[in-house]
């Protein structure tokens, strides 16, 4: 097989360690991969962590699980701690500050001396005069004698970055199309390292984006602005800026954004994790949230999106995060995936049971029997139950059901013909009832209800050959002796 090279498509996904991995950061990430892999180019993960007070290293491992958990593997910053750990802005502080200073030598930026007091109280006035908050560039005129007196004073300046005004940043969106933002809409010169030596995210983004030679860039449309002030700062330092791609903001189906504070824990994907939701149904999720695939198809995994995937097919209007829908997805991979890695994972949804009473190929049936029944594989500790527990037959069911003459007619008649049952055979077990069924000329619900509620304490539920083939003779036995004392 020759040899495919990479080409120089070079992507990046740049989560902050300051809260666990939301889903539109998942998305985002995934489109990130799915274009690296359209394009034989180079997946990158790194961590945006200049935020000191609110990122945590339990949120940098979430964020690597969950990226796992989805198969959203990356080919540089490869495993936390490892050889080839992600990407730290808290790595390049002194980096950082040389390239501001490149900045302030060439006229593009300035240290400004005001303090948070004064900043406080700008932001007041503007409010009381009902205009939008920005920094009014006072700094833009400190002489030296006033810069020799707050130091003086012992102030510690930021670096603000000079933005001209009037003037219209434009470029090129792959998903938005021809985007042109007002300088005069941004805000006012902005600060680009903090007085305590810390670049701000918009600064330090665009040096990471150039050291680590980004062509493409690749996020939330609530970034478009931050790409204008971005592009300005290309400019000023001569570099040519990645592409851009800003996707739909993920909304409700109320229209309402997707935020922790609204929804809780939900917009988390370790939530959904916690929940037995089947990563590659998340990922086909996401994936046609905003996305059509070029056939119409709805369900395909990773490999056969990045076949197909493009920045043009990725819609304009906001996205709707629709948990009934993101079920039908799971629902359907729970009954379709290879049924060892099913139990594989129900299996932190069995701790509640001793499950040493059954073999590993019984374990496999009992799942088998009601994954098709399941949305979830948090689901999965109820509906097994009545293999595992006691049995306790609800007072409805067992007046409604086994009180009848024909039901103890059927359940006298199965008793007695246990001695022939084909316990390895679950076909052979239906069969069986069939059989003894006609025999005494009982069918339908008449013959099946009464078993059924014997064994599981219900009507409904898994194929009743499965049932009596997984409990097996004792359990069966023991069942239907109990059921025949209800009167």
């Not at 902050?16 to 799915?34: K, M």
Request: proline content about 4%; glycine content about 6%; aromatic content about 8%.
């Amino acid at each position: 097989m020759p040899l495919v090279m990479k080409t120089d498509v070079r992507v990046r996904i740049a989560p902050s360690p300051t809260g666990n991995l939301h889903v539109g950061t998942a998305r985002t990430a995934l489109y990130n991969y799915l274009y690296a892999k359209r394009h034989n180019g180079t997946f990158i993960l790194r961590l945006e962590d200049t935020d000191e007070e609110r990122s945590k290293e339990t949120y940098t491992k979430d964020i690597i699980d969950g990226l796992k958990w989805l198969g959203l593997n990356w080919d540089e910053g490869l495993d936390i701690g490892g050889p080839y750990a992600p990407y730290r802005q808290t790595e390049k502080i002194d980096h950082y500050s040389t390239m501001a200073n490149h900045l302030i030598s060439s006229g593009k930026a300035y240290l400004c001396y005001a303090t948070q007091e004064e900043l406080a109280a700008l932001k007041e006035e503007q409010k009381a005069t009902n205009a939008a908050p920005r920094y009014d560039n006072r700094g833009r005129e400190t002489s030296a004698e006033q810069r020799k007196q707050f130091e003086e004073e012992g102030r510690i300046p930021s670096v603000r970055f000079i933005v001209e005004e009037p003037q219209v940043v434009s470029w090129h969106d792959h998903i938005k199309g021809e985007i042109a933002i007002d300088t005069s809409d941004l805000g006012g010169d902005m600060v680009i390292v903090k007085s305590n030596g810390v670049a701000i995210y918009n600064f330090a983004v665009v040096i990471d984006d150039i050291d680590m030679k980004m062509t493409h860039v690749i996020r939330g449309e609530d970034h478009i602005h931050n790409t204008a002030k971005q592009l300005l700062i290309y400019e000023a330092m001569n570099q040519k800026a990645p592409e851009f791609a800003h996707a739909p903001l993920i909304f409700d189906i109320e229209h309402q954004k997707l935020s922790k504070r609204k929804h809780g824990e939900t917009v988390h994907i370790d939530y959904y994790r916690a929940q037995g939701y089947m990563p590659e149904a998340i990922v086909n999720y996401l994936a046609q949230m905003s996305f059509t695939h070029p056939e119409g198809k709805e369900i395909y995994d990773l490999e056969e999106a990045a076949a197909v995937f493009d920045l043009d097919k990725v819609s304009k209007s906001p996205a709707v995060f629709d948990v009934a829908r993101l079920n039908w997805f799971n629902s359907h991979y729970i009954r379709s995936l290879p049924l060892d890695l099913i139990v594989s994972r129900a299996t932190p949804f069995l701790t509640a049971y001793d499950t040493s009473t059954y073999t590993a190929a019984q374990l496999a049936a009992i799942v088998a029997s009601v994954r098709d029944g399941l949305t979830t594989l948090s689901e999965l500790t109820a509906a097994v139950k009545f293999y595992f527990d006691p049995l306790t037959i609800p007072a409805e069911v067992a007046q409604d059901v086994l009180s009848s003459d024909n039901a103890k007619k059927v359940l006298n008649t199965m008793l007695n013909a246990l001695g022939t049952m084909p316990w390895d055979d679950h076909q052979g077990c239906k069969k069986a009832v069939d059989a003894f069924g006609k025999e005494i000329s009982l069918k339908g619900k008449e013959l099946y209800w009464p078993v059924r509620a014997a064994l599981s304490g219900k009507t409904q539920g898994p194929d009743l050959g499965s049932i009596i083939s997984i409990l097996g003779a004792e359990r069966v036995k023991s069942r239907l002796e109990a059921a025949l004392t209800h009167k």
